[in-house]
């Protein structure tokens, strides 16, 4: 049995594993049944537990030549190792030896190996079968380690890493792994891979270590049993529809949301005959009315949405939707899984654009999809067809800036709530749009279900196109660009950012009036996006 297998072999040790830290294996390859199978190890509301095995430095020099002749089932040599890790203080690696080599006499009691040494090293081998037997050592620790995180911002900082991640190393920071493929070293191990008898990677496009890292990251955040990366928030959006909604199926959404979304809805999803129907974010009654005269298959909406900031109550839409067995999809995006959890209020998948607010920093480009592990592989499944995988430098980048994740979101937070009550109460701003406020429809609603409003608000400047145009030039700190959700504050004006090739009334009909603006709060100083917003409304 090669190494990428032993988790398979030794399925009751806990060795740096937790169920709040699941991944290393990618889940599609993951036997649902058997004994051995590591769906039996242990329990997780984030998918599966895997087994992390540490080895000390220069561990395999220090294995007697008998150890690492005999100890072929690599797996065992781990085992050990992980035991040395969690329980040795000692710089002296020769109790270590010893516990191998009696540990591989245990090994070769249970299965036949090949003990070809096959480098100087470590001596990988095949087992001709993998059977259901399990190899116990009851001197092997228990470990538990959820109860010392107890808040998402440690949870966003370790989660897929610190004790949980699936790549054997000493670097606190998760490597890139920059493969496009991954090799076998016999075609039997390949036919096991094939036959859901081994773990593996197979191919890039269809998983990458680090992207597993940042995936089980994701999933720890949402409480969800398995979260899928793909290349960008869009592409998470459309495979999502395109894999859940069956030909001539119908969808729910709502009026505000991202106008490419909208596109993809309005024009593309038509061609195989799927449907669509359009409502207020809070307009339950539409929703139920939808509910009862059609087969819905999924309502997918944002909340909040883009621009306006609307909010849907997910609990209630939830509910509602399951009864008449539709799925209910939450682009979280604006809300991120610090503010909101959307599955906990009921929803079967929760999108975000992981460009914005979990990257943080505007340098990547991604998006990913959380949920149930049937429902998420269903996506996954159409994603290996489709492409748009999330290159694993991407997902590095991602990973590096949810370390942060906390304490970003909060500084937004708290600079969007501050400036929302500022624009309101000035003369030369019309209207504001923010779940913070209580002038915001559904405030009620974002009262209830976020624990944060969000780092994004979007208000009308008391002037024309021109006159909006004039405050947006005026200011200094922010970029003027698309996108949301990283360190530096970033100001559109949507009329021209997006929606600049439909006419004035045609922008209308969505809402998006020539004096909209949307910032995105970065993590400057309060005071000086004050004085900046400040000066650049007085000059209008």
Known sequence: MAVSSCARAFPSFEC???????????????????????LSHGSSVHGLSSLIYRFPPNFVRQLSIKARRNCSNIGVAQVVAASWSNNNSSPDFTPVAKA???AAAAAAAIAPVDTTVVNEDVALVENETCNDQNVQFDSLPSMKYASFLNSDGSVAIHAGERLGRGIVTDAITTPVVNTSAYFFNKTSELIDFK?????????????????????????????AESTLLMASG??????MLLALVPAGGHIVTTTDCYRKTRIFIETILPKMGITA??????????????LNQKKVNLFFTESPTNPFLRCVDIELVSKLCHE?????????????????KALALGADLVLHSATKFLGGHNDVLAGCISGPLKLVSEIRNLHHILGGALNPNAAYLIIRGMKTLHLRVQQQNSTALRMAEILEAHPKVRHVYYPGLQSHPEHHIAKKQMTGFGGAVSFEVDGDLLTTAKFVDALKIPYIAPSFGGCESIVDQPAIMSYW????????????MDNLVRFSFGVEDFDDLKADILQALDSI
Do not use: W
């Open 195 to 223: 036959e859901k008898r081994r773990a593996s990677f197979e191919y890039g496009r269809y998983g990458n270590p680090t992207t597993v890292v940042l995936e089980e990251k994701i999933s720890a955040l949402e409480g």
């Open 324 to 340: 008449k067995g539709a799925l209910v999809c939450i682009d979280g995006t604006f809300a991120t899984p610090l503010n909101q």
């Open 16 to 38: 740096r594993s937790d169920a709040e830290f699941s991944g290393g294996i990618p889940r599609h390859d993951i036997p649902n049944s058997g004994k051995a199978s590591i």
């Open 277 to 290: 129907t359009v409502i207020d974010p809070a307009d339950v009654g539409a929703l139920e009315l939808a």
């Open 501 to 512: 090739d439909l006419s004035q009334s045609d922008r209308a009909k969505y809402g998006i």
């Open 100 to 102: 191998v080599d009696a």
């Open 234 to 239: 869009m592409c998470a959006s459309t495979v």
